[in-house]
């Protein structure tokens, strides 16, 4: 069932911001190009037609929604969108006209790449509008929210774990079989990042930092002598990783 999710979740890694990315950006007009990829209006039309169609995934997953539920709703969306637009205006205005833009912009790396995924994906774990839900919708309309999120986290960390095992070693090295095995033996010792998006953004470290979680005895028999010497430099480069990620909160507080 992973596999099946390939397709949709190859769009989402093309937006993924490159923390070494540096720009080519001659005046400031460009800078709206550089966060939405086409012009302020056409992103906010993309916004708008984005928030329609989570509206119409909520009511489906909910098993409907009353009027007054989805106008509470579009609001809080709205808001997402404007905080998106105000943020980048404040950006684009912070920029000094008698320097290099591009000096600029690549020197504030980590906040474009921040706008930047915000303005591709202004309504998810994160948003006023998926905050907003407990207190619009109903207990029941709530739970089948719930169940519909964590069954994407669930499979979404699953094709992660399972991605980068299998992209973590030449086939010779890693074979199938053991892939498959140290997968399961991941995704049964570990539970996913509570923002589905995460495991999709993250996932080598993710995968390695949830690695080094586990103890030594549950894995080293699934391992021959060169695979365990793999598998501890995964390891190795988890424990590596785990400031990264709680800084860029991935994981709740008991991480």
Known sequence: MVWRLFTAVV????????????FRISNIDEVEYLIFRTTRQDAIRRMDRALERELVRLGEVAGGLTDGQRFRLQLAGMADRQQVLADFD????SLRSDEPVALQVNSRLEEVGDLRARAEQVFKAKSVLQKSLSSVLTADQMARVEAAADQLRNDLYEYAVRRTMMNARPSTVFPPEFQKAMSEAILAETNPPRNPDDSLKYQQQITCYK????PEEKLRPLCDGQQ??????MRTNGVQYAEMLRNADVFGDDE
């Not at 690695?211 to 586990?214: F, G, M, N, R, S």
């Open 90 to 93: 404040s950006f684009k205005r």
């Open 211 to 214: 690695l080094a979680q586990i």
């Open 11 to 22: 769009a989402l890694c093309l937006f993924v911001p490159s923390a070494q990315a540096q």
């Open 228 to 233: 365990w010497e793999s598998i501890q430099q």
